[in-house]
């Protein structure tokens, strides 16, 4: 059973999904259930998300939480559960997992995507507090790490929208716009991320930086929900830039 699983993880590393589809499944025939049936469930989740299956790998992320006490695969279902149900516009979905996999595990680089990925949610939640209070219980993973400029944007722009514009130290607009300087133009690793650099531009008055996110998270968008979301923020930042036309 091991040996099919390795043999699976193999193929699956060089591209050949399928053969290491039936792999996985004829090692699930002998071990049924068990922390190694999980793993193989969590396998399969991997295998069919990078075949754009987003349903079936779902589920087999649910299949694999089932079967599962061990919180390091626990804490890796849950982020995929989190991605996927975002990716599908299941926003409240997106924030259990999140939340339940930021408690599992002491990986740190896994708990960092889990915490991006609830924060993410939150704001796209309108949900500016939640994700300000997530940020700030969390900011000692952050620090010194690469992802910690695009979570200084995530953290500035949710104090934007709880204090609003105010002058002096509290002037959060200006920390969003030197947080927004601090993200290399590699910085946003998906779609959500593109959205709310784009709202975070629109903010402080560059709606020209606001489109080519806009325009860059339309490339990225895996689900109708998301599409025609971004279609209608696009729409008004173009609105917004006197080009009606477009």
Known sequence: CIAFMHDGNDLLMIGEFEAALRKYQSARKMVPSGELSSLLFLNTALLLRKQNNYEESLENYYNALDQSL????KSRCYLGVAKLELAGG????AVVAASRGLRFGDEKSRQIQNLLVL??????QDKPYAANQALFEHAYLLRGTRDEP???????????AITGRRAGLGNEANRLVNSLVAVTDDGASDYAD????????????????????MEEAHQRVESSFWHDLVLLELAGLYKDQGNLEK
Request: net charge positive; no cysteine; charged share 30%.
């Open 70 to 73: 061990e919180p390091d695969v």
């Open 90 to 93: 299941r926003i409240d979905k």
């Open 119 to 124: 924060a993410k949610a939150y704001l796209l």
């Open 150 to 160: 695009m979570a200084s944007v995530f953290a500035s722009y949710s104090r934007l």
């Open 194 to 213: 593109d959205i709310l650099l784009s709202r975070a531009y629109r903010e402080v008055g560059l709606v020209s930086r606001a489109i080519d996110y």
